[in-house]
T-cell receptor, first 113, second 112 residues
Framework: AQSVSQHNHHVILSEAASLELGCNYSYGGTVNLFWYVQYPGQHLQLLLKYFSGDPLVKGIKGFEAEFIKSKFSFNLRKPSVQWSDTAEYFC???????????WGAGTKLIIKP | NAGVTQTPKFRILKIGQSMTLQCTQDMNHNYMYWYRQDPGMGLKLIYY???????DKGEVPNGYNVSRSTTEDFPLRLELAAPSQTSVYFC???????????FGNGTRLTVT
């Protein structure tokens, strides 16, 4: 079955630390990849997406993600986190065989001031 | 441009009661979805629709029902509410295949 794995359920970092959140998917064909963010008390919003082209994708608020096809991965990165990055981050995939998003379980990120 | 609008924002139901969660979008999107979000579980797809008159079950459809009589509206019906349906419910939509989802602000439902 197609699935998306986010390796860490909770991550705690200090401000200015570097961030990398892992995301792996299980599907061998073409995929569209997304990272969504949910700030406390808010709905999900798109952080960045990859459809094709340059595998290094830049999103809002200094976030970026790299699609590595050989590793079935789409890890999210940020060089220096801020307290305002405290949120839950969801990786999601649409395989070309299916128009439904497949969601990871989410990673709760807490940034200590 | 309102985007995706969900009502109500909060609701408390007694076991066995019924209710309808409303969702409407003004972006002329064909694809609409209902998700529930439980702590540590991510998003679970309840039902989805690819256009007016077309709906299908998602991952966790039991205890719910939907209809899609217009492009704009996609209400979710809970019949005989159970405590297991206590959750936050999100409606979402998107236009073309693969385009990003637009989410509503969610409905926090408690069943006691």
């Amino acid at each position: 079955a197609q699935s998306v794995s986010q390796h860490n359920h909770h991550v705690i970092l200090s401000e200015a630390a570097s961030l990398e959140l892992g995301c792996n998917y299980s599907y061998g064909g073409t995929v569209n990849l997304f990272w969504y963010v949910q700030y406390p008390g808010q709905h999900l919003q798109l952080l960045l997406k990859y459809f094709s082209g340059d595998p290094l994708v830049k999103g809002i608020k200094g976030f970026e993600a790299e699609f590595i096809k050989s590793k079935f991965s789409f890890n999210l990165r940020k060089p220096s986190v801020q307290w305002s990055d405290t949120a839950e981050y969801f990786c999601a995939v649409i395989p070309d065989s299916n128009y439904q998003l497949i969601w990871g379980a989410g990673t709760k990120l807490i940034i200590k001031p | 441009n309102a985007g995706v609008t969900q009502t109500p924002k909060f609701r408390i139901l007694k076991i066995g009661q019924s209710m309808t969660l409303q969702c409407t979008q003004d972006m002329n999107h064909n694809y609409m979805y209902w998700y529930r979000q439980d702590p540590g579980m991510g998003l679970k797809l309840i039902y989805y629709s690819v256009g007016a008159g077309i709906t299908d079950k998602g991952e966790v459809p039991n205890g719910y029902n939907v209809s899609r009589s217009t492009t704009e509206d996609f209400p979710l019906r809970l019949e005989l509410a159970a405590p297991s349906q206590t959750s936050v419910y999100f409606c979402a939509s998107h236009g073309s295949f693969g385009s990003p989802l637009h989410f509503g602000n969610g409905t926090r439902l408690t069943v006691t």
